[in-house]
T-cell receptor, first 112, second 114 residues
Framework: NAGVTQTPKFRILKIGQSMTLQCTQD?????MYWYRQDPGMGLKLIYY???????DKGEVPNGYNVSRSTTEDFPLRLELAAPSQTSVYFC???????????FGPGTRLTVT | AQSVTQPDIHITVSEGASLELRCNYS??????LFWYVQSPGQGLQLLLK??????LVQGIKGFEAEFKRSQSSFNLRKPSVHWSDAAEYFC????????????FGTGTRLKVLA
C-alpha cells in the first residue's frame, strides 16, 4: 500500500496563477481532508469529504475549491494564488470520523 | 468553542531524560483526544488516542498519555527520550457535533541533546 500520496512535493507560483494539488489514497477510506500548516499555527482544516460526491468547508476554505469524484482522489484547487496561501499543505484520509487519520508527505507551496 | 492549547512551543531535553508535553483542551462533552508526531519533512503519524475507559493510554514508540478530566488535560509522557524522538508533537481533539473534525493544537517542537 502506498497510503496517501501527494503531488507535487514543491511548487512556486506567481500571484494570480492557479494550480491543483493532487491527493490519492489507496486504503478505500471514505473520509478525506485537506489541511494547511503555517509555522506556529498548527494545522487548519481547509475542506473535507465524507465520501465520493460529498464535500464541505473546514475552518479556512476561502481561496480554495475541492472535488471528490472518486473514493481515491481528493484534489485541492487554488484559482487565484495569493501570498497568504504560501504554506505546507497536507492531505489525510480516514476510515471514519473518529478513526486515525493517515497523512500524506505534504506539498510545500510558495506564492510570490 | 472547542480548542486545544499546547503551552510549550519548544522543549529541549537530554537523551535519556524523561519527557512531558502538555496539552489542554476545551470541550463540553467527553472528548476524543489524540497525539500525533511529525518528523521533519514528513506528514503526521498517530502516537496514541483516548476515547474512554482507562485514563492512562499507551502508544507507539514508548509514549503514554494521561487523561485528566478535572484539569482538562491530556499530557504526553515518555520515561526516557531517544535522539530519534526529536520532532514536532501535536495534540488534537475531535469535535462530535455534526461531522467529526479534528482541532489541532499549535504543536510542541522537541529537541533532544546528545
Amino acid at each position: 500500500n502506498a497510503g496517501v500520496t501527494q503531488t507535487p512535493k514543491f511548487r512556486i507560483l506567481k500571484i494570480g496563477q492557479s494550480m491543483t494539488l493532487q491527493c490519492t489514497q489507496d486504503m478505500n477510506h471514505n473520509y478525506m481532508y485537506w489541511y494547511r500548516q503555517d509555522p506556529g499555527m498548527g494545522l487548519k482544516l481547509i475542506y473535507y469529504s465524507v465520501g465520493a460526491g460529498i464535500t464541505d468547508k473546514g475552518e479556512v476554505p476561502n481561496g480554495y475549491n475541492v472535488s471528490r469524484s472518486t473514493t481515491e482522489d481528493f484534489p485541492l484547487r487554488l484559482e487565484l494564488a495569493a501570498p497568504s496561501q504560501t504554506s505546507v499543505y497536507f492531505c489525510a484520509s480516514a476510515s471514519g470520523g473518529l478513526y486515525e487519520q493517515y497523512f500524506g508527505p505534504g506539498t510545500r507551496l510558495t506564492v510570490t | 468553542a472547542q480548542s486545544v492549547t499546547q503551552p510549550d512551543i519548544h522543549i529541549t531535553v537530554s537523551e535519556g531524560a524523561s519527557l512531558e508535553l502538555r496539552c489542554n483542551y476545551s470541550y463540553g462533552a467527553t472528548p476524543y483526544l489524540f497525539w500525533y508526531v511529525q518528523s521533519p519533512g514528513q506528514g503526521l503519524q498517530l502516537l496514541l488516542k483516548y476515547f474512554s475507559g482507562d485514563t492512562l493510554v499507551q502508544g507507539i514508540k514508548g509514549f503514554e498519555a494521561e487523561f485528566k478530566r478535572s484539569q482538562s488535560s491530556f499530557n504526553l509522557r515518555k520515561p526516557s527520550v531517544h535522539w530519534s524522538d526529536a520532532a514536532e508533537y501535536f495534540c488534537a481533539v475531535v469535535t462530535t457535533s455534526g461531522t467529526y473534525k479534528y482541532i489541532f493544537g499549535t504543536g510542541t517542537r522537541l529537541k533532544v541533546l546528545a
